[in-house]
């Protein structure tokens, strides 16, 4: 322990504590804008400068420890004055038109220029102009880039995915697509990890609220909306609601007030994805033989465009269930259109999603199997239909909860964990059981595989067969296992891996709380919600039941296939 003394207050802290840290441990905040804990401590921003009594330099106090007898001033006259000017220099070259820009009210350059009161631009210099084809799902704004490196580190370090680099030198210096590549050639996976890690407005989602008002506008359109399973543990956080007041059922309720005319549940499809992926795999143990294993979980659309450009020798590993978005759409198009006697050209499929790459996945030419079109037209993220919701002047603290549409808004517990990392595990196995012994398991009896862990394993056993599973999140970890499995230093039948750290409930989509990882305390929300559902098994969900006895007839029969499934090579 060292002992330093903070704006005239004793402080003890660890050797190896910043200066940032021992300041936060007494309650004694600093300003930071690029800082990042254990992913960006470089300093960039220089906004968390201190005074050192003997040190004529300020330092950064995010790259600076502590020391025994340290006299530290946060807030000192020469402190204020220099982080001050740092921020102006840094809104020098920042395009400032905050009234349009997608994080304003929610970002960090604009609230600390605010706190620190700077009302003139002193120092304003030319926007750098870059082209961006902004039909790509991800959209990058050089004019608000402010050069932090969050994106960088957490692409490179996080994603293992290295899609961001520096450009240019001297004043001209941003952050570009790396190897002098446009964003659609690069290998980014959509992932939207830099996006939630931007503390500006630099990055954003291709915007498609303006399509969905359309739909709903156009009188001979029947809008139907579905909602995955990790928007319900996040959609209430950008709108300042409760956790406990932002409930499914009230987003069903907002939406309803919008004008969208049936809303179900993207958990209904992710217990039919639980249905044909059980099913495929039990076939592939059967005939384990003439199978490569481990079958690769295929839901997550960040993972599968990792994995067609990272290993494409592998891609034939994924299981050819569709994602549970997928399932819906092209269920919607099909039974649902003809439940209500209308042409399947006349639905709009939309989805509420806490994902970017669930836009591209929608767009892919192999997702029109119902041939009316995409089966899912319009993909909008949480943070789109919370702007939604706020165009309409809604106030969803103010409407009671109201009922999800019938029949593909009943989902199962196991469908609602699908949202955190090692849920579509967990709901798997728990089928896969029953449909193996005929008995249900303990709802809870493979919660092993819960966790924020990054790689986490553990062996089942159903019916006297050992089952080797293995649960990744974070595609640096996805590499990693990868890597191991290629090597043979693992072996495994069957892994799910989501690209973003925490499954969906992380997603690239999701609202963004500067700073802080939501993925965990969002997680445990599903969790709460399965713990307390009455129906805890896909294969006991009676809408599931319905569409097979009714339309599909089984798993893995003839037109399950047509509609379910899919190569994955488009
Ligand atoms: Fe996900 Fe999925 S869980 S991919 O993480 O399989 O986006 O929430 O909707 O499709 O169900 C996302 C979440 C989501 C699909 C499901
Ligand atoms: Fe990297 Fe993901 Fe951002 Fe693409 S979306 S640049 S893979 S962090």
Same mark, same amino acid.
């Not at 400032?96 to 994080?103: F, I």
């Not at 790396?178 to 446009?182: E, V, W």
């Not at 892919?364 to 997702?367: F, S």
């Given at each position: 322990m060292v002992n330093v003394t903070i704006n005239g207050t004793p402080v003890q802290a660890g050797e190896d504590t910043t200066i940032l840290e021992a300041a936060a441990s007494a309650g004694i905040h600093i300003p930071t804008l690029c800082y990042l804990k254990? *992913? $960006? &401590?470089? #300093?960039?921003?220089? %906004?968390c400068l201190v005074e050192i009594e003997g040190i004529e330099k300020l330092v950064t106090a995010c790259g600076n420890k502590v020391a025994e007898g340290m006299v530290i001033s946060t807030n000192s006259p020469r402190v204020r004055e220099a982080r001050r000017t740092n921020v102006e220099l840094i809104l020098s070259q920042h @395009?400032?038109?905050?009234?349009?820009?997608?994080?304003s009210g929610n970002c960090n350059l604009q609230s600390l220029s605010n706190d620190l009161g700077?009302?003139?631009?002193?120092y304003r210099r030319e926007m750098p102009v870059s082209e961006w084809?902004?039909?790509?799902p991800l959209i990058r704004d050089f004019s608000k880039c402010?050069?932090?490196m969050r994106c960088v580190q957490v692409c490179d370090?996080?994603?293992?995915?290295?899609?961001w680099d520096i450009a240019n030198t001297?004043?001209?210096t941003t952050v570009d697509v790396?190897?002098?590549?446009?964003m659609e050639e690069s290998?980014?996976?959509?992932? #939207?990890q830099c996006i939630t890690h931007? +503390? %500006?407005?630099?990055l954003r989602e291709r915007d498609d609220t303006d399509k969905a008002f359309a739909a709903l506008a156009d009188p001979d359109t029947i809008t139907v909306v579905q909602i995955a399973p990790a928007v319900r543990a996040a959609w209430g956080e950008s709108l300042g609601l409760p956790r406990e007041q932002a409930t499914a059922k009230r987003l069903v309720a907002a939406l309803r007030k919008i004008g969208f005319r049936y809303i179900f549940d993207t958990t209904f499809s992710a217990d039919l994805t639980i249905m044909e992926e059980g099913s495929e795999f039990l076939a592939k143990l059967r005939n384990r033989e003439n199978e490569t294993f481990p079958m690769f979980t295929s839901c997550c659309p960040g993972w599968v465009r990792f994995l067609k450009s990272?290993?494409? @020798?592998? %891609?034939?590993?994924?299981?050819t269930a569709k994602s549970p978005q997928q399932m819906f759409g092209a269920i919607t198009k099909s039974y649902y259109a003809k439940l209500l006697d209308v &042409?399947? &050209?006349?639905i709009c499929s939309i989805s509420v999603m806490p994902c970017l790459a669930k836009k591209q996945e929608a767009a *892919?030419?192999?997702?029109d199997t119902a041939g009316a079109?995409? @089966?899912?037209d319009i993909v909008l993220t949480t943070r789109e239909i919370d702007r939604m919701i706020r165009a309409e002047d809604?106030? +969803?603290? =103010?409407l009671p909860e109201e009922e999800f549409d019938q029949p593909l808004g009943v989902g199962s517990g196991a469908g609602v964990i699908f949202?955190?990392?090692g849920g579509v595990m967990e709901a798997a196995l728990r089928s896969a059981y029953y449909l193996v012994t005929g008995k249900n398991p =303990? +709802?809870?009896?493979?919660? $092993? %595989?819960?966790?924020?862990? #990054?790689w986490k394993e553990a062996a089942i056993d159903i019916a006297g067969t050992t089952v080797r599973v293995a649960v990744a999140s974070g595609l640096g970890n996805a590499r990693r296992l990868v890597e191991a499995l290629r090597k043979g230093d693992v072996q495994y039948d069957f892994v799910e891996i989501m690209a973003c750290p925490g499954g969906c409930s992380g997603g690239g989509g999701q609202p963004i709380a500067e700073g802080e990882e939501r993925a965990g305390v969002r997680a445990e929300t599903l969790y709460g919600l399965d713990n307390i559902s009455?129906?805890?098994?896909s294969h006991e969900n009676p809408s599931i039941v319905q569409v097979y006895r009714d339309y599909?007839?089984? +798993?893995?029969?003839h037109r399950a296939h047509e509609l379910l499934h899919t190569a994955h090579d488009a």
């Open positions: 254990g *992913l $960006n &401590e470089i #300093g960039a921003c220089r %906004v @395009d400032c038109y905050c009234a349009s820009c997608a994080r700077i009302l003139d631009l002193p084809n902004k039909s790509f402010i050069k932090c370090k996080i994603q293992d995915m290295n899609i001297g004043s001209r790396s190897q002098n590549r446009k290998d980014c996976t959509l992932c #939207g931007c +503390p %500006v407005g630099a990272q290993y494409p @020798d592998m %891609v034939r590993q994924l299981s &042409e399947p &050209e006349r *892919l030419p192999t997702m079109g995409p @089966d899912v809604i106030h +969803p603290g =103010e949202g955190a990392t =303990e +709802p809870d009896a493979f919660g $092993n %595989v819960r966790g924020m862990d #990054g009455a129906l805890r098994f599909l007839d089984k +798993p893995l029969s």
